[in-house]
């Protein structure tokens, strides 16, 4: 993530943190209530150290489904998931999905081809049932990280960076859309 915020950060305030657990080096992450907590209290911190006109969360994998929750019981102007976790633990028949069709706000998904928590046939199915508006960045032979395997880089004549730029670019439209603010 500290690549996305030194990205994220040319167009406005970024705020980072991780959630107890990690800090802890415990790999069981706190139960779902827990984390919603913990994230608020990130909000409401960065919040009163950037008062801004609009607020967008942006997570990556657990981070972007923990927002969304979030999002349900706080005002936001937007959400990014960066590999958001559809299926537990891979398993297609576990999905996440009811938060997704409960938002009210507007979402950007960026999510890999070959991301197996988040097969893009079971995410376009929740998608057409979500009430808000989504919209869906397609990494083609990402992976749950959005890396791309250097094979398929060289045949494509492209770099990791330049992958990055393009979900960069679609990070600034759809912020550009949300806020209605052009890139500072």
């Known amino acids: 993530m500290q690549n996305w915020k030194r990205r994220l950060s040319e167009i406005g305030d970024v705020e980072t943190f991780d959630y107890a657990y990690m800090r ?70 576990k999905l ?28 376009d199915c929740v998608r057409t049932e979500m009430k808000t508006q989504n919209i869906l960045h397609v990494v083609e032979g990402g992976d749950h990280s959005l890396r791309v395997p250097k094979r398929q880089l060289q045949a494509s004549g492209e770099t990791q960076t330049d992958i990055d730029q393009q979900i960069f670019q679609s990070i600034t439209e759809f912020l550009s859309a949300v806020t ?5």
């Open 96 to 123: 996440r999905d009811e938060v997704l069709r409960a938002l009210n706000t507007p979402i950007l998904f960026v999510q890999g081809t070959r991301d197996p928590l988040c097969p893009l046939d079971l995410l």
């Open 180 to 184: 209605g603010k052009q890139e500072r």
């Open 24 to 93: 802890e080096n415990r790999k069981r992450p706190d139960p779902l209530p827990k984390l919603i907590a913990a994230h608020r209290e990130a909000l409401s911190d960065a919040r009163k150290r950037h008062p801004a006109e609009s607020t967008v969360l942006i997570g990556k994998s657990m981070g972007g489904r923990v927002g969304c929750h979030l999002s349900l019981e706080e005002k936001v102007d937007g959400l990014i998931c960066l590999g958001y976790p559809l299926c537990a633990m891979g398993d297609r028949t």
